[in-house]
């Protein structure tokens, strides 16, 4: 944000820090009111200053107004890297548990993760426990949509219940199998089943 005076800086750090909290792009008397600015023509050349820099710019509604650029949106995700790898909630290793994102971030050794996106669940249950995966691990899955047969996923069935299993792949058949002598392989259509991400790293806590 270099060449930007500090309010331009003010203004920027606004939008981005409450982008969200706006149903649609807040035009500059709303940005006004939430900065409790009493002139609109200052305000617009500060605006007209961050469109130079690429940073926000016009909506195509009739009240024109301001958004962030894919540029500005880059350092929300630099903002959301420098917090950690996120971690996304549960994940089952026995029967399949409803996939609830609730996101946090956790600072993790860059040895356990790849330099692709990864992300955090927390296991429930036993089916991996021979594979020296158990309930209450940390499982560190790289987001991807595909996976070689053999290799442990995230598979989110009929896109409400994820698990983590085993895969094997064939043209109408999807395999989910354990690591557990005791449990089954599951069976599903090939449509009925989406990987979400390949396991990568695990981290295990023993503290009662």
């Known amino acids: 944000m270099n060449g930007l005076t500090r309010k331009q800086q003010d203004i920027f750090e606004f939008l981005l820090n409450n982008h969200k909290d706006f149903p649609y792009p807040p035009t500059l008397d709303e940005v006004c009111s939430a900065l409790g600015l009493n002139s609109r023509g200052s305000l617009h050349k500060h605006i007209k200053a961050l ?63 790849t330099d692709k996106t990864c992300y955090i669940l927390q296991v429930k249950g036993d089916s991996m426990i021979e594979e020296g995966i158990f309930d209450g691990d940390w499982v560190i899955i790289e987001q991807r949509s595909c996976a070689r047969n053999g290799e442990i996923v995230v598979a989110l069935i009929e896109k409400s219940e994820a698990t983590l299993k085993f895969i094997e792949q064939y043209p109408h058949e999807t ?34």
Do not use: C, H
């Open 175 to 208: 395999l989910l199998i354990p690591a557990n002598s005791n449990m089954s392989a599951m069976k599903y259509r090939p449509e009925q089943v989406e990987i979400q991400g390949v396991l990568v790293g695990q981290m295990r806590s023993y503290i009662n």
């Open 51 to 113: 469109i130079e820099a690429g940073l926000v710019e016009s909506s195509d509604r009739k009240q024109k107004g301001i958004r962030l650029t894919e540029q500005a949106k880059q350092y929300l995700q630099a903002s959301d890297e420098s917090a950690g790898t996120p971690f996304v909630g549960f994940i089952a290793a026995g029967r399949p548990i409803e996939a609830i994102e609730q996101i946090s971030y956790i600072n993790i050794p860059e040895q356990i993760k």
